[in-house]
């Protein structure tokens, strides 16, 4: 079967054009979050810390809820459905307005992030640290989405999206309790550690495999939902 590409494209850009107000929000905190963090004073750290995280998981929640949750609310799935669209062309637009809409303001808070560790006095050893915590939102996000377009009620799409972001509490609980991890989170040195590798591989890995089961879950079904 074959992909109805420019379709896909007005179903990606509609969904951009739902999201960038949030995006413009979510942005414009996350760079003043990134500006308390560039004090490296122990009070500006967890304020900015605290509001990065924040940032990147209302980013998660707007990306899932504008494009998924939303729509079937307001029962825009008639309109979808009267283009020559196909059930896999709409997953593929789906996957990939979300992909677009979370990963623009995903990779710029990462890439701002990474910077102020590295160009302010905080030590590096926090770079190795912050990959951690921004593949953990990345595994969350594809949890979250894969959950999203799995069910169908908006109570249980707004537990799929909440419910993994609420769980980074405990993995950074974890994180602490690995003293590779922990010892050089202070060092003002760039070290890769063997736990620090592999947990950041798995959350990649497990990231993507989620977006490709959903894909090709989704792909095989004969109608829309």
């Known amino acids: 079967?074959?992909?109805?590409?420019?379709?896909?494209?007005?179903?990606?850009?509609?969904?951009?054009?739902?999201?960038?107000?949030?995006?413009?929000?979510?942005?414009?905190?996350?760079?003043?979050?990134?500006?308390?963090?560039?004090?490296?004073?122990?009070?500006?750290?967890?304020?900015?810390?605290?509001?990065?995280?924040?940032?990147?998981?209302?980013?998660a929640c707007f990306s899932i809820a504008t494009s998924l949750v939303v729509e079937r609310k307001e029962q825009t799935l008639a309109f979808v459905m009267s283009l020559p669209v196909s059930p896999l062309d709409f997953t593929v637009a789906k996957l990939v307005g979300n992909l677009v809409t979370f990963l623009v303001p995903f990779g710029v808070m990462l890439a701002g992030t990474l910077a102020v560790v590295l160009f302010t006095p905080l030590p590096d050893g926090l770079f190795v640290y912050a990959l951690l915590i921004f593949g953990y939102l990345l595994f969350a996000f594809s949890v979250s989405l894969a959950i999203?377009?799995?069910?169908?009620?908006?109570?249980?799409?707004?537990?799929?999206?909440?419910?993994?972001?609420?769980?980074?509490?405990?993995y950074m609980m974890a994180l602490a309790q690995?003293?590779?991890?922990?010892?050089?989170?202070?060092?003002?040195?760039?070290?890769?550690?063997?736990?620090?590798?592999?947990?950041?591989?798995?959350?990649v890995v497990l990231s993507v495999v989620l977006i490709g089961a959903t894909a090709w879950h989704h792909a095989r079904k004969p109608a829309f939902y």
């Open 1 to 59: 079967m074959t992909l109805n590409i420019p379709v896909i494209k007005l179903l990606v850009a509609k969904d951009w054009q739902l999201f960038q107000k949030q995006l413009a929000v979510c942005v414009l905190a996350g760079i003043v979050s990134l500006c308390f963090l560039g004090l490296a004073r122990p009070w500006a750290f967890y304020v900015g810390s605290l509001m990065l995280i924040i940032v990147m998981v209302s980013a």
């Open 148 to 170: 999203a377009m799995a069910v169908q009620t908006e109570g249980w799409a707004t537990f799929g999206m909440i419910a993994p972001m609420v769980l980074i509490n405990p």
């Open 178 to 203: 690995v003293p590779e991890i922990q010892r050089r989170v202070s060092v003002d040195a760039l070290v890769w550690t063997t736990p620090a590798v592999l947990i950041l591989s798995a959350l």
